[in-house]
């Protein structure tokens, strides 16, 4: 399994194009009949907006549960850590089946980074 960060932005298209939705903390993927993957909020720190980094979570992402134990608030699109302030993107990590296709011209290379991965899931899920 690879865990698999979705943007709440990109759930939302899905769900406005019923290809798939979150409920009670599943994703849904209406393509492969209603399968489900379970998610659980998190975010993803884009960049530090104010104070230091010394946490080092610009490029990381954390579940709402990794943010209580750091005694961070959110709110909308930041993330405070003391007197730390972050720019976020809110969404879900999901566990992916390792063994999702690869798209086109990458099949037998090992994806590069999580956006790979993220276009191998759409590609097999979504297309």
Do not use: C, I
Request: charged share 25%; hydrophobic share 45%.
């Amino acid at each position: 399994m690879t865990k698999l960060f979705l943007p709440q932005a990109q759930l939302e298209e899905w769900a406005l194009a019923d290809k798939a939705d979150v409920r009670d903390g599943k994703l849904v993927v209406m393509a492969e009949g209603g399968t489900t993957f379970s998610v659980s909020p998190a975010v993803h720190f884009v960049q530090l907006v104010t104070g230091e980094d010394t946490h080092g979570l610009v490029a990381r992402v954390k579940t709402e549960e990794q943010l209580s134990r750091l005694g961070a608030e959110q709110m909308a699109d930041s993330v405070l850590v003391g007197e730390t302030a972050y720019e976020v993107v809110p969404g879900y990590v999901t566990d992916v089946p390792a063994g999702v296709p690869r798209p086109e011209g990458v099949a037998g290379k090992k994806p590069d980074s999580e956006t790979d991965l993220l276009a191998a899931f759409l590609l097999n899920k979504m297309g």
